[in-house]
């Protein structure tokens, strides 16, 4: 089976980061400086490329919002569990996102690409009632994807408690939590676990955090998108892991 990576840094990513391709679809007219370095780097690693005009390319799109390219890859593979814990534990401090139903796909696309640029080791999403990786998350993730594996799962609860034996602590992102994300500490391995855009934490996952934490806010609206929301948690989570370098370091 084949699927599509669509937009220029997700096919620009693909191709830096040595992603299989079958194929690229790529628009005619212009002389487009990103366009045509894309076509570079197709032509140096014998990548096919097919010239299209824009209206061929609207047509086989399924992200709506191409920009010029489209390229045909495998399907997308997601990493098990014991693949991400492992590989998680060999860096220095492990961070992996859970998300709880996550249904849009702009929304797992633009946690994707937060959890990407703030250090997470892996995110993991139900295979059941919650977004998958599709062309438009890829889009939205920006090339994140390449770099970022995703772990698809049976069960969330079932994967907390295997993340617990593994000396991770779970933390949930809860609006109506006393706690503010400030003044927990988040330095350790951690799981950090985002809830659905409606309903937030479930029930049987939110007992199996170890606490609960929120990010304060001033304003009238009292709730914050969860793309936002991971993105500002995951934020949090790397400033204080980077003062708690620093503080290591000057301490020597």
């Known amino acids: 089976?084949?699927?599509?990576?669509?937009?220029?840094?997700?096919?620009?990513?693909?191709?830096?980061?040595?992603?299989?391709?079958?194929?690229?679809?790529?628009?005619?007219?212009?002389?487009?400086?990103?366009?045509?370095?894309?076509?570079?780097?197709?032509?140096?690693?014998?990548v096919p490329v097919k010239l299209m005009e824009r209206q061929e390319l609207d047509r086989i799109s399924r992200?709506?919002?191409?920009?010029?390219?489209?390229?045909?890859?495998?399907?997308?593979?997601?990493?098990?569990?014991?693949?991400?814990?492992?590989?998680?534990?060999?860096?220095?401090?492990?961070?992996?996102?859970?998300?709880?139903?996550v249904e849009d796909p702009h929304n797992l696309g633009s946690i994707l690409r937060s959890a990407e640029v703030f250090g997470a080791h892996g995110v993991v999403i139900p295979k059941r009632r919650a977004a998958g990786v599709t062309p438009v998350v890829s889009k939205v993730a920006s090339g994140a994807l390449e770099h970022i594996p995703v772990a698809q799962v049976s069960n969330l609860t079932d994967t907390l408690k295997q993340l617990k034996k593994e000396g991770f602590w779970i933390a949930g992102g809860e609006g109506s939590s006393s706690v503010n994300a400030m003044d927990q500490d988040l330095t350790g391995p951690l799981g950090l676990v985002?809830?659905?855009?409606?309903?937030?934490?479930?029930?049987?996952?939110?007992?199996?955090?170890?606490?609960?934490?929120?990010?304060?806010?001033?304003?009238?609206?009292?709730?914050?998108?969860?793309?936002?929301?991971?993105?500002?948690?995951?934020?949090?989570?790397?400033?204080?892991?980077?003062?708690?370098?620093?503080?290591?370091?000057?301490a020597r």
């Open 1 to 46: 089976m084949s699927d599509q990576l669509e937009g220029r840094n997700a096919v620009r990513e693909a191709l830096r980061a040595g992603r299989e391709i079958l194929e690229i679809f790529l628009l005619t007219s212009g002389k487009d400086r990103v366009l045509q370095e894309i076509r570079d780097q197709a032509k140096k690693k014998r």
């Open 63 to 101: 992200s709506d919002n191409h920009q010029g390219v489209i390229a045909v890859v495998p399907a997308f593979q997601y990493t098990s569990m014991e693949v991400m814990i492992r590989k998680s534990q060999a860096e220095q401090t492990p961070l992996i996102l859970i998300l709880d139903g």
């Open 194 to 250: 985002i809830g659905s855009e409606g309903k937030g934490i479930s029930r049987l996952v939110r007992e199996h955090c170890d606490y609960l934490v929120r990010i304060p806010m001033a304003g009238s609206t009292g709730s914050l998108n969860a793309s936002v929301a991971a993105g500002v948690l995951l934020y949090e989570i790397s400033r204080q892991r980077l003062r708690q370098m620093m503080s290591s370091e000057a």
